[in-house]
């Protein structure tokens, strides 16, 4: 069965314009036998003008006569000719169907809980949301905030695998940079090492003076008569 853009309108045209039987319309429309049968008595979809697969591109001339010549033979549709066009990447916010809006703050749990390297921005980016709505979610002011369990938006169809696993590298790439020149700038001031510390115990007071302690008969000496 065929994807065809306008089923019915399609096999009326086939039905006025070919030879094709009634099994090989209904195969290449994705009709019921009996469905094409009554568009063919005028029971069904009747005053319904027919739409030319051919000029729509989903059917070529060779394929009819293939048809017309073998009744067992089964119609392909022809190949889309901008199918292969790569589309450009969406610009501005991601629009969220309403039904998926009120899972985004379990997506902001999750990222909060597994991710925390990843920014607002790509988190609001990504799924959609604002940064005032990851704030909440983050601080736990937000209104359901008893209700919200962190869930990954894959799962909940907010984005694509590869779009998430997209950002979280460029996080991790971002967050090991950072963490690299912070080791090559140092630690910056801090305690001296334990052996200086040591050495400057052990320095001798320039203030001291050279040669033994002096003991009591030294200091009581110039008393004696």
């Keep these: ?15 006025d314009n070919t030879t094709l039987s009634f099994e090989q319309v209904a195969e290449f429309c994705g009709l019921h036998k009996l469905e094409v049968k009554g568009i063919a008595d005028g029971d069904v979809a009747e005053n319904m003008r027919g739409v030319d697969p051919i000029s729509g591109g989903e059917l070529t001339r060779e394929e009819i006569r293939k048809g017309e010549e073998d009744n067992t033979y089964r119609l392909k549709k022809a190949e889309s000719k901008i199918a292969h066009i790569p589309q450009p990447k969406r610009k501005g916010a991601r629009y969220t169907p309403v039904a998926r809006r009120q899972d985004k703050p379990d997506a902001i749990a999750w990222f909060i809980r597994n991710h925390p390297e990843v920014s607002d921005a790509q988190i609001s980016k990504l799924i ?98």
């Excluded at 069965?1 to 039905?15: C, E, Q, R, S």
């Excluded at 779009?163 to 940079?177: I, P, S």
């Excluded at 001798?204 to 008569?225: H, L, M, Q, T, Y």
């Design 1 to 15: 069965m065929a994807d065809i853009l306008m089923p019915k309108a399609t096999a009326v045209w086939l039905i």
């Design 128 to 225: 959609g949301t604002t940064k005032a709505t990851i704030t909440n979610v983050r601080d736990k002011t937000h209104w359901n905030s008893p209700n919200i369990k962190p869930v990954d938006p894959v799962t909940l169809g907010l984005c694509s695998q590869i779009e998430l696993d997209e950002v979280v590298n460029k996080a991790v790439d971002k967050r090991r940079k950072m963490d690299a020149q912070a080791a090559a700038e140092g630690d910056g001031p801090g305690l001296k090492p334990a052996e200086d510390t040591d050495a400057a115990s052990q320095a001798v007071d320039p203030d001291s003076r050279d040669g033994d302690e002096p003991n009591a008969d030294d200091i009581f000496s110039n008393f004696k008569r």
